[in-house]
């Protein structure tokens, strides 16, 4: 009987985490958002890579659909883990992230739409097994890439050395 009941509270504490979670980011603290971008931007950067190294090395575009995909996807979900107060100087965690999002919302979320834009467009040439579109549009996603980080990333530019 003990074990039902504690059983039916995790379930509701599960649930009332759900649903939090489903309205807003407030269930997730600034220095998470900090490290949970900071994690998939590096992913990101290994992910490129990884796709660019596949199509020089001669593999056809299909074979990194699953790639493709993931970072369309991970395009989608990056302004929502740029919670206000997150910027450099704000926050005693460490983050490249300059006041400029802030400031300039709308040339971010422009900067960040078009990041999707190309990722979804890659991951539609990899699905249609399109070899030399999706080597062209590794070009211009690797230029969404820079053109965000001209404007709103702070520390050195270009691919990581680490
Ligand atoms: C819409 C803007 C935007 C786009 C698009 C974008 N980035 Fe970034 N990137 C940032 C910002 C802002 C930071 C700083 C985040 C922080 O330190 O909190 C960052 C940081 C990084 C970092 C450092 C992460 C760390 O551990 O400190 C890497 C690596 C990176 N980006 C790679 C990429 C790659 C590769 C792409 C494209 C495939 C990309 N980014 C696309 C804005 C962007």
């Known amino acids: 009987m003990w074990n039902r ?3 039916f509270t995790g379930v509701c ?12 980011v407030s269930g997730v603290s600034g220095p998470d958002a900090i490290s949970a971008r900071q ?13 660019r190294d596949a199509v020089n090395g001669g593999r056809e575009a ?14 989608k979900a990056l302004p929502r883990l740029f919670p206000a107060g997150t ?10 992230a300059l006041p400029a999002i802030w400031r300039d919302r709308a040339g971010f979320e422009e900067a960040a739409a078009y990041y999707a834009e190309t990722t ?17 549009q590794l070009d211009e996603v690797n230029q969404a890439c820079a053109s965000c980080h001209a404007r709103y990333k702070g520390g050195d530019q270009g691919p990581p050395k680490k």
Not at 14 to 22: E, N, P, T, V, W
Not at 62 to 73: E, G, I, M, S
């Open 5 to 7: 009941l504690i059983m």
């Open 13 to 24: 504490v599960g649930l009332a985490g759900i649903g939090l979670s489903q309205q807003s």
């Open 39 to 51: 994690a998939s931007l590096d992913m990101s950067a290994i992910t490129f890579r990884s796709m």
């Open 62 to 75: 299909k074979t990194q659909a699953y790639a493709a995909a993931a970072l369309a996807k991970w395009a």
């Open 87 to 96: 910027a450099v100087g704000e926050t005693i965690v460490n983050t490249q």
């Open 120 to 136: 979804a467009k890659l991951a539609t040439l990899a699905a249609s097994n399109d070899t030399a579109g999706f080597t062209k």
